[in-house]
């Protein structure tokens, strides 16, 4: 099983990326996903989750701007990111639970990271 996560890049402030993170392999379904990011020296923080039935939360550092959204035919996690700040500048992951059979439990997998740079 491998999560590729793509869409990273650099933009204006007040401009818009869209990061996706896709699943591959021989996979049954994907279970809650998040986005995380990290600047070098701090802790990972979690900015979106999104559920196995959709459901989505947000930190107060991102709600309103991002939007985290999940198709699973194509086992696909994206995260819309809108009105883009200098401190969005990160490194993006996503965290995606994996059942790699309907009867077994789910795993956890990171997707690699990808650079986010907002110039002002």
């Known amino acids: 099983v491998q999560l590729q996560a793509s869409g990273g890049g650099l933009v204006q402030a007040g401009g818009s990326l869209r990061l996706s993170c896709a699943a591959s392999?021989?996979?049954?379904?994907?279970?809650?996903a998040g986005w995380y990011r990290r600047a070098p020296g701090n802790q990972r923080e979690l900015i979106a989750v999104v559920t196995s039935s959709g459901t989505s939360t947000y930190s107060d550092s991102v709600k309103g701007r991002f939007t985290v959204s999940r198709d699973n035919a194509k086992k696909m996690v994206s995260l819309q990111m809108d009105n883009l700040k200098p401190e969005d500048t990160d490194v993006y992951y996503c965290?995606?639970?994996?059942?790699?059979?309907?009867?077994?439990?789910?795993?956890?997998?990171w997707g690699q990271g990808t650079l986010v740079t907002v110039s002002s």
């Open positions: 392999g021989n996979i049954f379904s994907l279970d809650n």
């Open positions: 965290s995606v639970y994996i059942r790699l059979r309907q009867s077994s439990a789910e795993d956890h997998y």
